[in-house]
């Protein structure tokens, strides 16, 4: 079995900064790409950012140079940096991993989401 657990959503004003984390634990061998997906209210869940195992990150268009993703393999964790809010980047944020369990059996795991509004 294997738990994603997020932290570090909150309120903040436009034009400020939040970083989000997301602890892997449980039956874990490796861990493949991580990413970070939101889900606005009445909204369709999207894609946000991802980072493979070697570092290469990519984004979603509206937060490129504002939002970065990084990861730590050593303790299982991914983080989003994000700066310059908007209004418009309130919603859910939920991490995402690609596991390859202790069997050696692949499967995608999610967190179970974190708060993230943007307003004045």
């Known amino acids: 079995q294997v738990q994603l657990v997020e932290s570090g959503g909150g309120l903040v004003q436009p034009g400020g900064s939040l970083r989000l984390s997301c602890a892997a634990s449980?039956?874990?061998?490796?861990?493949?790409?991580m990413g970070w997906y939101r889900q606005a209210p009445g909204k369709q869940r999207e894609w946000v950012a991802s980072i493979t195992s070697g570092g290469s990150t990519n984004y979603e268009d509206s937060v490129k140079g504002r939002f970065t993703i990084s990861r730590d393999n050593a303790k299982n964790t991914v983080y989003l940096q994000m700066n310059s809010l908007k209004p418009e980047d309130t919603a859910v944020y939920y991490c995402?991993?690609?596991?390859?369990?202790?069997?050696?059996?692949?499967?995608?795991?999610w967190g179970q989401g974190t708060q993230v509004t943007v307003s004045s």
């Open positions: 995402n991993a690609e596991v390859v369990t202790l069997l050696r059996m692949i499967d995608d795991y």
């Open positions: 449980g039956s874990i061998f490796t861990i493949n790409a």
